[in-house]
């Protein structure tokens, strides 16, 4: 019986290993498409920033809807709670490594980041795709659950952490990444195209501090006049901030800076997660919206599905076409090394000994699925918005993008993780059995 047991066993984890492997795989090809058609022409920088920047505030948020909402109960908070906050903790404790390999090896800024933040949400929610369709979930499931039960319910345990790590990398990231060297020179078109104004987009004042406007004062000269030509004119005529004059009514004056302090803590990700909380912990809303006989369920839920869908893919290809997009840089081999060591090697098996010491002992939820996802959400690659944050802070993103390409095509590494995971959620189930 012991061989038979043994059998099933090492089946079970050969079965985990080829379904994480080619779910990492299906996560290759989707960012390889998106890279060959970015290098085909067919999307430019700003097109792919703006279908980014799509994801991250609609899709995403439908998306959290969509998943967290049925599982936003009092009850399933309660006991989930080891999930966001292992996701925070793990989060600290990976930046911390970073830092003091930052030290100690004198790295850049950004890999403090890079070893940081993993890929909480497109990557984990692909690699579950595929699972799903190995078996591997059978092991995971509740006792009479489906197995898209179960799916569904790993995809909002999943979004619960992100929201957390989106919210803490967004506050702490720029401020971290911005200490370092290497600004991208103000002549830059790239750069220049980012100050331009755009739909819905504020830009600074951009004018020399000593010169404003027609005051320029050009040089008297004809060849001053032919080198500044038409272009330095046009400086004093430049972008202007389009940011509407706004004023607060005296009566409220005094409310004006807290809540602006407030709204700049509130991203997109974070108001679509109070959403889903307020319509899941709400009956007559969770009846109205969430139920399948709920009167707005055809409509508007339906259409915030089709929204949410959306996000998985067109996230990874997007960031395929980014990666196609941002000229890389060689970021050095020990840079490289040091966060690729972090990633796969010390977070994964900081997430095994914290399952296997912790998981079935009282400490926590009884959940396989919730124990494995303990160990998946700090593990694999950094996350793509690496980019969009150097980016933010006008910092070289070369080096960054040069790193996640290569990060990339270490995910299926992410099988033997997951195998491994599998292994000690086994272990852990024992002892509750």
């Excluded at 399948?292 to 055809?298: A, F, H, I, R, T």
């Excluded at 067109?314 to 081999?333: D, H, R, W, Y």
């Excluded at 690496?386 to 040069?402: C, F, K, R, Y």
Aim: hydrophobic share 45%; net charge negative; proline share 5%.
């Amino acid at each position: 019986m012991g061989k038979e047991d043994s059998a099933t066993s090492a089946g079970t984890l050969l079965e985990t290993f080829s379904g994480a492997f080619q779910g990492c795989i299906s996560v290759l090809l989707t960012l390889l498409a998106g890279y060959v058609m970015a290098r085909k022409g067919y999307l430019n920088h700003q097109t792919v920033r703006h279908i980014s920047k799509l994801c991250t505030t609609l899709f995403l948020p439908c998306l959290i809807i969509e998943e967290m909402g049925p599982e936003l109960t009092a009850r399933n908070l309660s006991s989930v709670w080891i999930i966001p906050l292992w996701g925070l903790v793990s989060t600290l404790l990976a930046h911390a490594i970073g830092y003091i390999g930052k030290r100690v090896m004198k790295l850049p800024y950004w890999t403090v980041v890079a070893c940081g933040r993993p890929n909480s949400n497109a990557l984990p929610l692909l690699l579950l795709q595929s699972l799903e369709h190995t078996g591997v979930l059978d092991v995971l499931s509740k006792d009479g659950e489906s197995i898209s039960g179960t799916l569904s319910r790993a995809k909002s345990l999943i979004l619960l952490n992100a929201i957390v790590q989106q919210t803490f990398t967004f506050q702490l990231a720029p401020g971290i990444m911005a200490r370092d060297d290497g600004h991208k020179d103000d002549e830059d078109p790239e750069s220049q195209d980012r100050l331009r104004p755009g739909p819905g987009r504020l830009t600074s004042v951009v004018q020399d501090s000593e010169r404003v406007g027609l005051l320029h004062d050009y040089g008297d000269s004809e060849a001053d006049e032919t080198r500044a030509g038409e272009s330095a004119y046009t400086r004093a005529v430049g972008d202007i901030t389009d940011q509407p004059d706004i004023h607060w009514p005296e009566r409220l004056k005094f409310l004006e800076k807290p809540v602006n302090k407030a709204c700049s803590f509130v991203s997109p990700v974070l108001l679509g997660a109070i959403i889903a909380l307020i319509i899941g912990i709400t009956p007559p809303l969770h009846r109205a919206i969430l139920d399948e006989d709920g009167p707005l369920y055809s409509s508007i839920t339906q259409s915030i599905e089709n929204l949410g869908e959306l996000f998985v893919v067109l996230q990874t290809f997007t960031v395929g076409a980014e990666l196609a997009i941002v000229k890389s840089s060689n970021p050095g081999v020990l840079s490289t090394s040091w966060i690729l060591f972090v990633r796969f090697i010390i977070m994964p098996a900081v997430s095994l000994l914290f399952v296997w010491a912790t998981a079935g002992r009282g400490l926590y939820v009884d959940d396989k699925l919730v124990w494995f996802l303990l160990v998946l959400i700090p593990s694999g690659p950094s996350a793509m918005l690496l980019v969009s944050v150097a980016e933010m802070v006008d910092i070289n993103q070369g080096a960054i993008a040069g790193y996640l390409t290569a990060a990339y095509f270490f995910s299926p590494l992410m099988a033997v993780v997951c195998s491994l995971g599998l292994s000690v959620v086994t272990s852990a189930a024992q002892r509750i059995s």
